[in-house]
């Protein structure tokens, strides 16, 4: 399993910006694929969530109704459209391969993420 993070970058708040994650070695019925971030100083916390298995979707309440996961079967990508940007959305992005939840131990296989950065 390999998860290759791209898209990330300084944007200004209230901006937007779209995360891929190119994955290999597994199919998206196989396991989920969540987003994470992780600002300094913080734990790591989980920002959405797909499970193509059950036809669901996860957000948290920070980033619900102004995050957007989806997936590129063809392509084998997972995507995070990122809108309304804001300042304490700043951190290292990173997706990871597993079963849904907000617990990173239940994700098994961690790309090696990208940096977003909100100007405010």
């Known amino acids: 399993v390999q998860l290759v993070e791209s898209g990330g970058g300084l944007v200004q708040a209230g901006g937007s910006l779209r995360l891929s994650c190119a994955a290999s070695g597994f199919t998206f019925d196989e396991y989920d694929v969540a987003w994470f971030r992780q600002a300094p100083g913080k734990e790591r916390e989980g920002v959405s969530c797909i499970s193509n298995y059950k036809g669901k979707t996860y957000y948290p309440d920070s980033v619900k109704g102004r995050f957007t996961i989806s997936t590129d079967n063809a392509k084998n990508t997972v995507y995070l459209q990122m809108t309304s940007l804001k300042h304490e959305d700043t951190a290292i992005y990173f997706c990871?391969?597993?079963?849904?939840?907000?617990?990173?131990?239940?994700?098994?296989?961690w790309g090696q993420g990208t940096q977003v950065t909100v100007s405010s």
């Open positions: 990871a391969a597993g079963v849904c939840s907000w617990d990173p131990s239940t994700f098994g296989s």
